[in-house]
């Protein structure tokens, strides 16, 4: 569990109107450069984060099965996780946790190895070609660590992002989910209280998490890890033993009839 | 400041064709020491002598990953950048360095028994960390099924004893490479039946989509023509199987990134 002091940004997919504010300020703040994209059908562009693009807002849209038309977004981004898979499986340390619970890469240490990219579940870490480290959203440590806010939530128009400690993100997600279901969502939830230690951006879902691409019951990399030891060294046992039994016992049988 | 860009030559995944070599590398040689010391340890000639092919395997491919990495100055950062056990990645690095002492030692001198099993047990570490590695991330064509060190296991005694084979023609061998060849194709095959739920697309991929090639190719020409040929034209077989195996590793990296 994140500590209450820690800093969090709420996303309420309840308020957001899917107009990429966010998206564009964090470009802009972080001077990260344009990509080439192509129009795939979907407003979601570019498809999906890369070393240049820290935020990318997803849009799901279609029919309800009782027919009525939905067009929802979630905020792609890191989610800074408290059991952040990326920091575990960081053999340098380059990727790591800073005061008040954020994950940030430290560029100067990063030797390129690509591991966090391949251990987080939201796809956020991504590796720049060019400069040879990974890059992922810092949640504006430059900014909040001088008191302000991150880029994305100033630039939000609808109050659909919202900065502060952790304590105080949690008990706005979960009033602002006792409001929802007043109004008749019924599946309105809070995202990332469970996930990974607990994440220190949270989502107000109108939905289920699938339903956003959201991995629910994520299995830590400390677990992964350890699952994978204990079915090594089984598995080495059971080789070496099976092996050596199936070749010797023939030869001692062999050696019997002689 | 420094970068390399080593081009993968077939595609664009962050772990590709020279991670698989990587793997092949340090697995078939690393088999091989492994059979050695566990089936032939009388053959001193042939336990330092497979020890050479193991260092100069943990050796090229150590190289390769040095070369791989986003900023191959920075390697010394995975050994003296702090203490990271829960990095696989980590712990892998240093499996290699002193796995790739030992394996010299054990060729360079006269060793004892213990030695040279001890050292094996560091081979099995560097042969058996590859499968954990990609383990912990959050790929599901990797972690879904705890099998990932099984199957890289067994395809070591397999090319390991394939390898062997071609410069010690031994009946027992033969039995060895078989038996293991069996255990690795029925793990595969549970491997792929286990993930597919949570890596349909990934399974998909090799059974008939683009890494298909090197799916049928390793059950075909790496897998079954040599457990065919086995008992007909043994060094052809023991090719084939050291081609199976790389195949197999660039599946298996291949199929997690799609």
Same mark, same amino acid.
């Given at each position: ?5 820690? !800093? ?11 107009? *990429? /504010?966010?998206?564009?300020?964090? *470009? ?15 407003? #979601? ?58 994950? #940030? ?16 579940? !939201? ?12 890059? *992922?959203?810092?949640?504006? !440590? ?8 991150? /880029? ?18 949690? /008990? ?30 949270? !989502? ?49 049988? *062999?050696?019997?009839?002689? | @400041? ?7 030559? @077939? ?77 696989? @990645? ?44 990609? @383990? ?33 023609? =031994? ?19 549970? =491997? ?67």
């Amino acid at each position: 569990m994140p500590n209450p002091k820690d !800093y969090a940004i709420l996303f309420d997919a309840s308020r957001c109107i899917g107009c *990429k /504010a966010c998206q564009v300020a964090c *470009k802009q703040w972080n001077d990260l450069e344009a990509e080439k994209t192509e129009n795939r059908g979907s407003y #979601t562009n570019p498809p999906r984060l890369t070393a240049h693009t820290w935020i990318s807002m997803r849009y799901y849209e279609g029919l309800r099965p009782d027919g009525d038309p939905y067009f929802d977004f979630i905020r792609g981004s890191c989610m800074h996780c408290t059991h952040a898979p990326c920091v575990v499986s960081c053999p340098t340390g380059a990727m790591a946790h800073r005061e008040g619970g954020v994950v #940030t890469v430290d560029e100067k240490t990063c030797i390129g190895c690509r591991s966090c990219v391949q251990a987080c579940p !939201y796809g956020a870490v991504h590796f720049d070609e060019a400069r040879g480290v990974v890059h *992922k959203c810092t949640m504006c !440590y430059d900014r909040i660590s001088n008191g302000d806010q991150p /880029a994305c939530v100033k630039a939000c128009p609808t109050d659909a992002l919202t900065f502060g400690t952790y304590q105080e993100i949690r /008990a706005l997600a979960e009033e602002r989910v006792r409001v929802l279901k007043e109004r008749g969502y019924a599946r309105a939830n809070v995202y990332g209280l469970a996930e990974l230690g607990g994440t220190h951006v949270l !989502y107000v879902l109108t939905e289920h998490p699938s339903q956003y691409d959201l991995p629910k019951a994520v299995r830590e990399a400390e677990k992964r890890a350890a699952t994978g030891w204990l079915s090594a060294g089984i598995a080495a046992a059971a080789l070496g033993a099976g092996l050596k039994f199936i070749v010797e016992r023939r030869e001692a049988l *062999k050696g019997g009839g002689q | @400041m420094i970068t390399v860009n080593l081009p993968n030559p @077939m595609g664009e995944e962050h772990w590709g064709f020279w991670i698989a070599l990587y793997f092949f590398l340090a697995g078939t040689t690393g088999g091989a020491y492994l059979l050695s010391v566990l089936f032939y340890d009388k053959d001193q000639g042939l336990v330092r002598r497979s020890a050479l092919w193991a260092f100069l395997g943990v050796a090229v491919g150590a190289g390769l990953l040095v070369i791989d990495l986003g900023q191959p100055l920075r390697f010394l950062n995975l050994l003296l950048n702090g203490f990271h056990p829960a990095s696989v @990645m980590w712990l892998g690095s240093w499996f290699l360095v002193l796995a790739g002492a030992g394996l010299l030692w054990v060729y360079l001198r006269p060793t004892s028994r213990g030695v040279q099993q001890g050292v094996a047990v560091l081979a099995a570490l560097v042969v058996g960390y590859t499968a954990v590695l990609l @383990m912990q991330t959050a790929k599901p064509f990797w972690n879904a099924s705890p099998l990932l060190p099984w199957l890289f296991l067994a395809s070591a005694a397999t090319a390991g004893g394939a390898l062997l084979r071609l410069w010690y023609p =031994h009946e027992k061998l033969s039995r060895l490479v078989i038996a293991s060849a069996l255990v690795e194709g029925a793990v595969l095959a549970l =491997h792929l039946i286990w993930t597919y739920p949570a890596a349909t697309p990934g399974v998909l991929a090799l059974l008939v989509g683009p890494l298909a090639w090197a799916f049928w190719g390793f059950v075909v020409v790496g897998w079954g023509l040599p457990l065919f040929l086995e008992r007909r034209n043994a060094a052809l077989a023991a090719l084939l199987t050291l081609v199976g195996a790389f195949l197999l590793r660039y599946f298996v990296v291949m199929a997690g990134q799609v």
